[in-house]
């Protein structure tokens, strides 16, 4: 299994309480649109995220984060840092 699929594995099992519609998860997958998340679900996601994989997003890059594909390549860049 690549980096990249674990990331994305961990990420959807990070999701799944969250999704409260079920949504199928893929890497075009939006969080406002398809999962119809709250500025409040997002944050208490992306805290989930930060400690899960012990990185930091700023808020410029969540800014940019519309999908679980861009999410998934902004965790595996900054676990490169």
């Known amino acids: 299994m690549s980096d990249r699929q674990a990331i994305f ?6 999701i799944a309480p969250f999704n409260k519609k079920g949504v199928e998860l893929t890497e075009t997958t939006t ?17 989930a995220i930060e400690d ?3 990185i930091i997003i700023t808020m410029n ?3 940019e984060i519309e ?6 390549d ?3 860049k900054l676990k490169q840092a």
Do not use: I, P
């Not at 999908?67 to 998934?72: D, E, F, M, P």
């Open 9 to 14: 594995d961990t990420v959807a099992a990070q």
């Open 74 to 76: 902004a965790v595996e």
């Open 67 to 72: 999908t679980v594909g861009q999410l998934v």
């Open 61 to 63: 890059m969540q800014a």
């Open 31 to 47: 969080f406002q649109g398809d999962l119809e998340w709250d500025s409040l679900t997002v944050m208490d996601f992306v805290a």
């Open 52 to 54: 899960e994989f012990e």
